[in-house]
């Protein structure tokens, strides 16, 4: 009953309101010349319908969202984060064997060379400048800024 009261009270402060300023449009409106009132309400008429027809694209999709829609965008959502977990972890996998792999062949290239250091001192340098230039910010590091 309170609640009824409430509303009504609400709705009928909205119809002052409206009514409040139709009065005063009025008053505006006698202050302005006849040729240009004319003018005036047509245009006035013509922005409020189309004020009425525009409505949003957001307003159209959110009339017709029901709750089947909204658990199918969980279940893709859970089933993209899912998705997203075993990337990142099969990504970290394949990081940790291709270390491997590069320790394996400097290891190798360091038994191979021992004999001749000259040779090994130089591939010893390239091969930590290309580790450096990868892990400093051009290869693996750009990329884990980019998780």
Not at 2 to 28: A, C
Not at 29 to 42: A, M
Not at 61 to 79: C, F, Q
Not at 103 to 122: A, G, Q, S, T, Y
Request: glycine share 6%.
């Amino acid at each position: 009953m309170e609640e009824n009261k409430e509303q009504n009270d609400k709705e009928t402060r909205f119809l002052d309101k409206d009514n409040l300023e139709e009065t005063e449009l009025e008053d505006v409106l006698e202050s302005v010349p006849p040729e240009h009132r004319k003018v005036i309400e047509r245009m006035m008429i013509s922005s409020s319908i189309q004020m009425r027809s525009i409505s949003s694209p957001e307003t159209v999709v959110m009339k017709k969202l029901t709750p089947d829609h909204i658990s199918k965008y969980l279940e893709g959502a859970e089933l993209e984060m899912k998705n997203s977990y075993t990337e990142k972890f099969h990504r970290k996998i394949f990081t940790f064997l291709t270390m491997v792999m590069a320790m394996i062949f400097f290891i190798f290239l360091v038994i191979l060379l021992k004999d001749n250091p000259d040779v090994m001192e130089k591939v010893i340098y390239i091969v930590g400048g290309v580790v450096i230039g990868a892990f400093g910010g051009y290869g693996f590091g750009k990329n884990r800024s980019d998780e």
